[in-house]
T-cell receptor
Framework: DVKVTQSSRYLVKRTGEKVFLECVQD?????MFWYRQDPGLGLRLIYF???????EKGDIPEGYSVSREKKERFSLILESASTNQTSMYLC???????????FGSGTRLTVV | GENVEQHPSTLSVQEGDSAVIKCTYS??????FPWYKQELGKRPQLIID?????GEKKDQRIAVTLNKTAKHFSLHITETQPEDSAVYFC?????????FGTGTRLTIIP
């Protein structure tokens, strides 16, 4: 069974902390994505990557950065966590040319 | 960028009846339109998708229709069952980047 694994299911961090959310896929997918999900707002794209060491801004990149040093791993970084970054974070991946995403199980981040 | 609007935000139907969820998109370059189902506490799962060169696609009790001229697409669920209760998201894609609608919470009333 193909998998997208997010390292933490629940995370509580303090305002101002640097936070790392990790995502690993075992499907040799080229494309990886980070979304945040908030009630009434759906899923909003933060950053995405079409290949190793490549990254592109999504619709809401402010306050976030990403790293993709290896094909299977895509990390989301909150440089200085703020309370408005409390959310569910979903990682997804897909093959190049195949638009069907496989999602991870999500990380619910609370910033206090 | 692409903008996807989804309606209604909540929908309740009697078990056995049909449910329809509608979405519109703004960018005529979008060429792929998937629908995801998200059950409580779980990850979104792809349930059906359609590409821009197709007008309709059906998979058992679910179907999707696409009107490229009007830039809207719809999800149809027939003979609804309790397990259809979930949040449904539509999306539109340029290349592999998906823009999602805000979701529809579907409740099936036994």
């Amino acid at each position: 069974d193909v998998k997208v694994t997010q390292s933490s299911r629940y995370l509580v961090k303090r305002t101002g902390e640097k936070v790392f959310l990790e995502c690993v896929q075992d499907m040799d997918h080229e494309n990886m994505f980070w979304y945040r999900q908030d009630p009434g707002l759906g899923l909003r794209l933060i950053y995405f990557s079409y290949d190793v060491k490549m990254k592109e801004k999504g619709d809401i990149p402010e306050g976030y950065s990403v790293s993709r040093e290896k094909k299977e791993r895509f990390s989301l970084i909150l440089e200085s966590a703020s309370t408005n970054q409390t959310s569910m974070y979903l990682c997804a991946s897909t093959l190049a040319g195949n638009y069907g995403y496989t999602f991870g199980s999500g990380t619910r981040l609370t910033v206090v | 960028g692409e903008n996807v609007e989804q309606h209604p935000s909540t929908l309740s139907v009697q078990e056995g009846d049909s449910a329809v969820i509608k979405c519109t998109y703004s960018d005529s370059a979008s060429n792929y339109f998937p629908w995801y189902k998200q059950e409580l506490g779980k990850r979104p799962q792809l349930i059906i998708d359609i590409r821009s060169n197709v007008g309709e696609k059906k998979d058992q009790r679910i179907a999707v229709t696409l009107n490229k001229t009007a830039k809207h697409f719809s999800l149809h669920i027939t003979e609804t069952q309790p397990e259809d209760s979930a949040v449904y998201f539509c999306a539109a894609s340029i290349r592999e980047k998906l823009t999602f609608g805000t979701g529809t919470r579907l409740t099936i009333i036994p």
